[in-house]
């Protein structure tokens, strides 16, 4: 499968955005979209720490002999695990345009690092939006979730999963039919900004409500 796509970003957190897929040499997809984002990210600013002044020299008449050093071991070098940073998510306090209205929702969840366990805040994020999906019974929508690039392309497509289907479980548990979801993981392919700062990377790792079916 291979894509491309541009977005257009708006005033209220809206944005338009045309998609092309191919899935094969007989079929390929073009796509405009109507699209709503929820939550905020909050950058963490970076604590300078301060360098201590460097004391002057002390002179010292009387040289002491130098201490035996014992043998030391050297630390195990262990292989550095990567880590996603933490991202602050502000849940929304309501939903005021309809499912019915929107091509693709886009819902920015922090989750728990490394795991697919959604946060408390996570939670309330989601509920602004079930009360409205409650409302459209009929509507049919692919949950799709998106990492950055930190860590695999394999361990990202996995995590991606399983947080799809975290969010399709919670979902269900709050009366949503799990005929209406689907789970998509999509790794850190389709990214929505650089993965090369800390900014970009909070914002591609999100999780989208695409409407298959009003």
């Known amino acids: 499968m291979f894509g491309l796509g541009a977005e257009y970003y708006l005033p209220k957190a ?15 997809l073009l796509s405009l979209n109507l699209i709503k984002r929820f939550g905020h990210h909050t950058a ?8 201590p002044a460097e004391a002057e020299p002390m002179v010292v008449n009387a040289v002491a002999e130098p201490l035996p050093v014992e043998d030391t071991i050297a630390p195990e070098v262990t292989e550095p695990v990567i880590v996603e940073e933490a991202v602050a998510v502000v849940p929304a306090e309501a939903v005021s345009e309809s499912i019915a209205e929107l091509d693709v929702v886009i819902v920015e969840i922090g989750f728990a690092l490394n795991s697919a366990e959604l946060t408390s805040q996570d939670k309330q994020t989601l509920d602004a939006l079930i009360s409205d999906i409650q409302q459209h019974s009929q509507a049919q929508l692919e949950v799709q979730a998106h990492t950055d690039n930190q860590g695999s ?51 591609n790792r999100r999780v989208e409500f695409k409407v298959l079916q009003r």
């Open 14 to 28: 809206f944005s338009v955005r045309l998609e092309w897929e191919s899935y094969d040499k007989d079929a390929s």
């Open 44 to 51: 963490y600013k970076a604590v300078e720490t301060p360098v």
């Open 153 to 203: 392309e394999k361990y990202n497509q996995a995590l991606s999963q399983r947080r799809a289907e975290a969010v399709v479980a919670y979902m269900v548990e709050q009366g949503i039919s799990n005929e209406q979801l689907t789970a998509v993981g999509y790794g850190e392919s389709q990214p929505r900004e650089s993965n090369d700062t800390a900014e970009g990377r909070a914002k």
